[in-house]
């Protein structure tokens, strides 16, 4: 299903019709609407002179609650691998690897909007930017020379081991 709209401005707001919303599986006599900001690969919000047609894969589109969250496990596992790859790199090293992240973040994002094989390692992403993202910010509050997990009170040392016992 394709979504398409007129809009002036690079904020966007789809409202999806009753024909959309059941197109996509949605539960019907529910208002839905896609929102979105358009970026500039610097992440600066988009402005357009006139109005523009936007066209919105949105076959990934799910209601609340529906978006699959990776598992606790997965978070630390993704979590400690940060951490241990952080381990002694300077201020600087951390930035430009939280902006790598940040760089497979969005080409990820991008790829699960017309392929939803790609929607988990996105989510996956999400998690790695945000440990680089904290990592960062604690080397910058505390002026530090460089980062050591193991002063780090919310650093996560060891992942979890895998269970096969089905739980």
């Known amino acids: 299903m394709?979504?398409?709209?007129?809009?002036?401005?690079?904020?966007?707001?789809?409202?999806?019709?009753?024909?959309?919303?059941?197109?996509?599986?949605?539960?019907?006599?529910?208002?839905?609407?896609?929102?979105c900001t358009i970026h500039d690969a610097d992440g600066h919000a988009v402005t357009f002179p006139?109005?523009?047609?936007?066209?919105?894969?949105?076959h990934w589109l799910n209601t609340p609650g529906e978006r699959p969250q990776p598992h606790p496990d997965t978070v630390l596992f993704h979590r400690a691998t940060v951490c241990r790859d952080a381990d002694r790199m300077t201020g600087?090293?951390?930035?430009?690897?939280?902006?790598?992240a940040l760089e497979q973040l969005r080409r990820l994002r991008d790829l699960a909007l017309m392929d939803r094989s790609f929607d988990w390692p996105a989510r996956t992403a999400e998690v790695d930017h945000r440990e680089w993202e904290r990592i960062a910010g604690l080397v910058r509050e505390e002026g530090?020379?460089?980062?050591?997990?193991r002063a780090d009170p919310d650093a996560v040392e060891h992942p979890p081991r895998a269970r096969f016992d089905g739980q």
């Open 144 to 149: 530090l020379d460089a980062y050591d997990p």
């Open 92 to 100: 600087p090293q951390i930035d430009r690897a939280a902006h790598r």
């Open 2 to 35: 394709v979504v398409r709209q007129e809009v002036p401005v690079g904020d966007v707001v789809l409202r999806l019709s009753a024909e959309q919303a059941t197109g996509l599986g949605l539960a019907q006599g529910h208002p839905y609407e896609i929102t």
């Open 50 to 58: 006139g109005a523009v047609s936007h066209t919105i894969s949105a």
